[in-house]
């Protein structure tokens, strides 16, 4: 259990960095610099850099859920997928329900990282729709 641990981790390393770089194309397609002279065009900036990466977030997760059937590209590559707590694959109403709780995890993440560390189900989706990660 606890590689299928290890391996989580580095699959929500992995997708994080390609959250990452497409929020960085996003940033560079839509020329937002953070070079102002005046500290209220700064801070609209800085919202909409903010915006935008939780978008970036939302969209790749929202489109591994709809297009992969829940599998990000860093599930996959380690080879991890979620099933329901009967083994059986998630319905698109599932992982529609994940994908939200995903984001929801992020606005509360002192307590989403207590739960991926300690409980039992690891994330926030996993503990409220008793889904779970196998390989």
């Known amino acids: 259990m606890k590689s299928l641990k290890r391996d989580r981790i580095i699959a929500l390393i992995i997708d994080m960095l390609i959250v990452l770089i497409g929020y960085n194309l996003l940033i560079n397609l839509l020329n937002i610099t953070t070079e102002e ?4 065009h700064l801070r609209i900036k800085i919202y909409w850099k903010a915006i935008l990466l939780g978008c970036s977030y939302l969209f790749y997760f929202w489109l591994m859920d709809v297009f992969l059937a829940g599998k990000t590209l860093g599930k996959t590559l380690l080879k991890i997928r979620v099933v329901s707590s009967e083994g059986l694959p998630l319905t698109w109403k599932t992982r529609l329900i ?28 996993d503990q409220v729709l008793g889904t779970r990660a196998i390989r």
């Open 37 to 40: 002279r005046h500290l209220w």
């Open 98 to 125: 994940r994908t939200v709780l995903k984001v929801i995890g992020i606005l509360i993440l002192p307590v989403a990282a207590v739960l991926f560390l300690w409980a039992r189900s690891f994330t926030v989706q």
